[in-house]
């Protein structure tokens, strides 16, 4: 019955767009977003008031409730009543879990605002600032909730004044970040004025003033502060909470204040002057009691004391009269104090009260949605609004406006699909079945058996059909099948079920050429045309149907799975773009292969595995080279989730799990100046024992030189064309750089391949900005002999064009040695991409490599004796000869043919030469890499661990055991909890969170997450030949060389031949000095 009237008031306070809030709940793990969200569904008579914090009614999994971490984000619609208006509340609780932040941003796309959840007892942790960029950077308004002060009271025993100063502190510290993440934007977007107005004519040489932007720019209302209202103070376990208004409100009538002055002074450095009756300032340097302190808290702390602390029969009553308030008598003789504590403040300072007034006052509507964040959905990656097509750029007006009315534009976005159970559908929910119905069914059956029995020619008495009760067909099939319902929302128009609409993929472009908007041509790249299936209100753990959906709402849509794999944008429009694809903060990077136990259910994993590819915003499923099915995930927690969910849920087989599969890179070092034993011993400086390629030499094929500097020249294997490549590090600054900047580099690679065929592309002021710093960073890391002009020398990044690797350009063009290489340049190109894709190590990717083209010899064959098949001739021939002028603009369109021609004309028995130029390029590159010192470089997380004192030894023994560092470590402000900063190799890290939790009793647990590529340092080629060095490190050398241990791992996972050392005659060289 709640329900129905529920229903219908949602329905109807769906039509009122200005009245409609959509928020996530946003925080670091465990800070208390579901035990909140628990308060404000109860607050809507969903769940009762008493369950409210124990029932995490939103963590609808079981894995959830167990583990007590929420996994998924999931929604539900409130009403609240305020003001004399009422409201409708799309709520959105969203994961905490480093693991699962991919959740938090399709929470996020859908919303206007966020609540942000603090715990004020830990205060702003890692996740904490990451929900607040991700809000940031998706434009929606946050409001705070400073919640758990009862720990303040009852864990850290605080008294008022202690904990104010807490509070203080911590709303310090969120607005810092806040303040950081504006500072960054104002720059950011000055930099774009800038750099548009340099574009329109006026540029030369500025002098930038770099804070004029910030002074002019008002950020009062981006602060969390309480007098602004957008602070609550709030304990969501015992169900009270309160904003600074509500006390000043209550206090203006008994002290005759304004409440607009009590609102303006009881948050800060204001005390009560009792004999003057008057409110002042300098609370702190009179040592006088902030008025929150004597307001707010004392009474806070009171009551904890009274209900709590001494259990105070009389005491309590007397508060309980003077806040007017009644308690249930088992409530008041209940064993446990919490509960009358709950009781009391439930009715006096309701959480969900305080919560909801501040959500609907200080959020906005859907109406109130800012222009640039429409640009910005609407404009995906460098590209600017103003060149869209103008009838793109006219649906921004249909965001601005969100109507509702049917002749608008219908524009929805699909954040995620997630998977239900039949039974979860309202059309399959149990529910009594009219007369009807039932006559309805018996005729089926009745009609089924009868057609089975004149198949069956009178086989099976009638007796047991008449008792059979057969369900409708379909539906044990339809039990059996997974539902996907798209979370989603409507920007602008209304939504009908069975509409036909538009289905654009991310890839969508209405820019390509060839969309046509009408449904008869299906085949525009990335569009399909259906009608909508069924439409839901999400709640919680139900679907309720609706007709129709008005814009500005959240929803689930059914029957969408066939055309949307994990997100898409539907309209009605077809000029409607793919909305910019969301931010995701993870990096998967842990892997596992995965098989059935049973062979013979391959099929089903298969099946399964697509499933929970669709059903997971994050994890991706690959299947390699070798066969085997790969699964990626964010994390550990992540990785237990997507198992548990394939097992149980979406291939119900049995299934096995690999090891997971570390992910390493493979690079070059300088020479290093130590060696392994010197290292550890600290003795003597001796020379290094680079691994000689002189050495080897003998086992080089032949058409390979390496001269002693490391210069690789490689001849194609039709003795044609040779090419000489010198492999480098780059400074460590430079990979870094590149590493951050693939986005960059991805969009000016497409700019230079449209701007080859001829088209160019519109690039934003803050791209052609990126590309102007990156090049200067570059400029400014790249010093000395060896790197003169290699900004403007670089050819490519690789692998994939975006890579952390370069390609430079040596060549000093004009020289006869250099004839013609730039007809080759894709084929040169190819081959670094190649060779940077996985390197002779283990054959994992490359990083902060550079790879120095520094020779080209090609032995022309004249057209004719080419065809004739005859000797090759030196030199640039004539037939090559034009080709070197220096071309102008149309000549590049025959130089294409004329490159064809060549290809063709240079085809041999080894194939055409473009092709043997790929293959002897990237073998160059492996050689030159070869040539020097090899390194493997491990992943590294970062974690955080809050321990204390206690513990502190403990933590610190696994984080060596597992060879991480201690980055920092710091007492926490307030409080007895050191923070630990450390950093760990992903190698190392499995069962790492649960090994820290055991060993500190549950005290300390930390969140792994992805950081940077670090260089391990022992040489995996090492081998010990001194005396010393055998003792140190035995005789084959592997007891304590991690990095060979890794490479061979890997090596042997992959198939590849690994070198098992036989040390056959040790004596013999013991006596090998290597000290010369
Ligand atoms: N003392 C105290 N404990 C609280 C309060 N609110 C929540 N908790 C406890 O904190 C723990 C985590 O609460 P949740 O609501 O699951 O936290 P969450 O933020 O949803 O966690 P994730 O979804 O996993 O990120 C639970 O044990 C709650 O009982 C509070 O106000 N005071
Ligand atoms: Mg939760």
């Not at 400073?146 to 864990?155: A, T, Y």
């Not at 590149?738 to 519109?762: D, P, Q, Y």
């Not at 055409?912 to 090899?934: D, N, V």
């Not at 030894?953 to 710091?970: N, P, T, W």
Request: glycine residues 8%; contains cysteine.
């Amino acid at each position: 019955v709640v329900l129905n009237f529920h229903l219908e008031k949602i329905i109807a306070l769906q039509k009122n767009t200005s009245n409609i809030r959509n928020l996530c709940i946003l925080a670091h793990v465990d800070h208390g977003k579901t035990t909140l969200a628990d308060c404000l569904v109860a607050s809507n008579g969903i769940i009762s008031s008493r369950m409210a914090g124990k029932l995490r009614y939103l963590d609808s999994r079981e894995d959830e409730q167990i583990r007590g971490i929420t996994m998924k984000s999931s929604a539900i619609s409130l009403h609240y009543a305020t003001g004399g208006q009422e409201y409708l509340i799309n709520l959105i609780d969203s994961p905490g879990h480093v693991d699962f932040s991919s959740e938090v941003s399709t929470a996020v796309r859908l919303c206007d605002g966020a609540i942000v959840v603090l715990d004020a007892v830990e205060g702003v942790c890692p996740q904490t600032q990451a929900v607040l960029r991700q809000a940031w950077l998706e434009n929606i308004r946050p409001v705070l909730v400073i919640n758990k002060i009862d720990r303040l009271i009852v864990e850290l025993k605080l008294t008022a004044q202690e904990a104010y100063i807490h509070l203080q502190k911590i709303l310090e510290q969120v607005n810092a970040v806040t303040g950081s993440l504006f500072t960054s934007k104002v720059l950011e977007e000055r930099a774009e004025k800038d750099t548009e107005a340099a574009g329109t004519g006026d540029g030369g040489d500025q002098v930038y003033d770099w804070s004029a932007g910030l002074e002019e720019t008002d950020d009062s209302h981006l602060y969390f502060s309480p007098d602004q209202g957008n602070v609550v103070f709030a304990s969501a376990i015992d169900g009270w909470g309160f904003s600074v208004r509500q006390f000043a409100h209550m206090y203006s009538q008994k002290m005759g204040v304004r409440s607009e002055v009590l609102l303006k002074t009881l948050w800060g450095d204001f005390y009560l002057n009792t004999k003057a009756k008057k409110i002042m300032k300098g609370a702190q340097a009179k040592g006088k009691k902030p008025l929150f302190v004597q307001l707010v808290l004392d009474n806070i702390w009171s009551l904890y004391e009274a209900v709590v602390t001494r259990r105070d029969k009389e005491k309590v009553e007397k508060v309980i009269s003077s806040l007017g308030i009644r308690v249930a008598a088992r409530d008041s003789r209940h064993s446990d104090p919490k509960v009358l504590l709950s009781a009391i403040c439930g009715q006096w300072l309701p959480v969900s009260q305080a919560v909801l007034t501040m959500v609907c006052e200080k959020l906005p509507s859907p109406l109130d949605m800012p222009a640039d964040r429409v640009e910005k959905l609407m404009c995906a990656g460098a590209r600017r609004f103003d060149c869209l097509p103008q009838e793109t750029q006219d649906l921004k007006r249909a965001f601005l406006d969100c109507k509702s009315d049917p002749a608008t534009p219908a524009i929805i976005f699909v954040s995620k699909m997630f998977a239900v159970d039949s039974k979860a559908l309202p059309r399959n929910k149990q529910r009594p079945l009219t007369q009807e119905e039932m006559e309805q069914r018996r005729d089926v059956a009745r009609q089924r058996h009868a057609e089975k029995l004149a198949a069956a020619q009178g086989v099976g008495g009638p007796e047991r059909a008449s008792s059979e009760a057969a369900p409708p067909g379909g539906q044990t099939y339809d039990e059996e099948k997974e539902h996907f319902i798209a979370f989603a929302r409507v920007y602008s128009g209304v939504v009908r079920k069975g509409q036909k609409v538009f289905v654009l993929s991310p890839k969508y472009d209405p820019l390509a050429p060839g969309c046509a908007p009408t449904d008869d041509l299906p085949a525009v790249p990335h569009l399909a045309c259906r009608p909508l299936g069924s439409l839901y209100l999400l709640m919680g753990r139900d679907l309720e149907e609706l007709d129709e959906v008005p814009s500005g709402n959240v929803l689930g849509m059914g029957g969408m799975e066939e055309v949307i794999l994990k997100s898409a944008t539907i309209s009605t429009n077809p000029a409607c773009p793919a909305f910019t694809p969301l931010n995701f903060e993870a990096t998967p990077i842990v892997r596992v292969a995965i098989e059935p136990k049973h062979p013979s259910e391959m099929s089903k994993l298969v099946r399964g595995m697509k499933l929970l590819n669709q059903a997971d915003p994050c994890a991706e499923v690959l299947i390699q080279e070798t066969g085997e099915h790969v699964l990626v995930t964010a994390g550990e927690v992540h990785l237990q989730r997507c198992l548990d969910d394939l097992r149980e849920r979406f291939a119900k087989i049995e299934i096995s799990a690999s090891k997971p599969i570390i992910p390493f890179r493979e690079t070059v070092i300088r020479p290093p100046k130590v060696d392994m034993v010197n290292e550890d011993l600290g003795k003597q400086q001796k020379v290094a024992i680079v691994r000689q390629v002189k050495d080897e030499q003998p086992r080089l094929p032949e058409t390979v030189q390496v001269d002693p500097r490391g210069l690789v020249t490689l001849t194609t294997a039709n003795k044609l064309a040779a090419v000489g490549v010198q492999a480098v590090p780059l400074p460590e600054e430079v990979t870094r750089l590149l590493e951050g900047s693939s986005e960059l580099i991805r969009t000016m690679e497409l700019f230079n391949m449209s701007a080859k065929e001829g088209r160019t592309l519109a690039l934003s002021g803050k791209t052609l900005e990126g590309i102007r710093d990156l090049k200067q960073k570059l400029e400014t890391h790249m010093q000395g002999h060896k790197w003169r002009n290699a900004v403007d020398r670089i050819w490519a990044f690789g692998p994939r064009r975006n890579g952390p690797n370069i390609l430079l350009n040596s060549l000093d063009g004009g020289g006869g040695g250099t004839t013609g290489y730039r007809d080759f340049d894709n084929s040169i190109v190819s081959g670094f991409q190649l060779a940077t894709l996985a390197g002779p190590m283990c054959e994992e990717p490359l990083m902060g490599v550079c790879f120095s083209v520094e020779s080209w010899d090609m032995k022309f064959p004249r057209q004719d004796s080419m065809e004739g098949g005859g000797a090759p001739v030196e030199g640039g021939a004539q037939g090559k000869a034009e080709e070197d002028t220096p071309e102008s603009g149309d000549a590049a369109a025959s130089r294409g043919q004329a490159r064809r021609r060549t290809d063709v004309a240079l085809s041999d028995c080894y194939g055409p030469f473009s092709g043997q130029l790929i293959a002897a390029m990237k073998e160059a590159c492996r050689y030159a890499f070869q040539s020097k010192p090899q390194r493997l470089m491990a992943a590294m997380y970062t974690c955080e661990i809050m321990a204390t004192a206690e513990v502190l030894g403990r933590v610190y023994a696994v984080l060596s055991k597992r060879e991480g560092r201690v980055l920092q470590e710091e007492m926490k402000e307030g409080s007895e909890v050191f923070i630990i900063k450390a950093v760990l190799p992903v190698a190392e890290s499995f069962g790492f969170a649960d090994e820290i939790r055991k060993r500190t009793s549950g005290l300390a647990s930390p969140q792994l997450v992805f950081s940077h590529w670090e260089v391990i340092p022992s040489d995996p080629f090492w081998v010990p030949t001194t005396e010393e060095e055998y003792l140190h490190f035995g005789e084959k050398a592997d007891s304590a060389n991690q990095a060979l241990k890794y490479m061979n791992g890997v090596r042997r996972r992959k198939g590849l031949y690994v070198e098992e050392k036989i040390v056959e005659h040790a004596e013999k060289q013991r006596t090998l000095g290597k000290n010369k």
